[in-house]
């Protein structure tokens, strides 16, 4: 990163090198990084959607902002991604609003994804009003 502050690749692989050492507001940090140095690239953009929406720290999640970045990382991906949407409807949870989360679900398994089992737990979460939230490595 010090030899090339603007390469958004360098910015990406320092937030996962800190995600594994359990630095998760540097991560963070560098994932917004990457993502205003490279808006149009979609893996990072879910990548902060998830931290924002559902890390186990409250005190990390912003679900407003994992809202925005998970609608974006839709649309860079038009619609035919079901990672995408299944970040949304985490983002959405967290936010509050279960009945999109669950038509995010819905839309991330018509996708037929090959982690659908988890999508559908996280969908019956919604179901209850309830959010989901990564569980602590």
């Not at 038009?78 to 299944?86: H, I």
Request: positive net charge; glycine residues 2%.
């Amino acid at each position: 990163v010090r030899a090339d502050p603007l390469n958004p690749q360098a910015h990406y692989n320092a937030a996962t090198v800190a995600l594994r050492l359990g630095r998760t507001t540097d991560a963070i940090t560098r994932l917004k990084r990457t993502v205003e140095l490279s808006p149009e690239s979609a893996v990072p953009t879910i990548e902060l959607a998830w931290l924002l929406a559902a890390f186990p720290d409250a005190s990390v999640r912003d679900a407003a902002l994992a809202v925005q970045l998970a609608a974006r990382a839709v649309a860079l991906t038009t619609q035919r991604d079901a990672g995408a949407f299944d970040v949304l409807g985490a983002a959405q949870a967290a936010a509050g609003d279960f009945r999109r989360a669950v038509q995010a679900a819905d839309a991330a398994l018509a996708l037929a994804p090959a982690n659908a089992a988890e999508i559908r737990t996280r969908r019956e979460l919604y179901l209850q009003n309830r959010a989901f939230v990564l569980q602590r490595r």
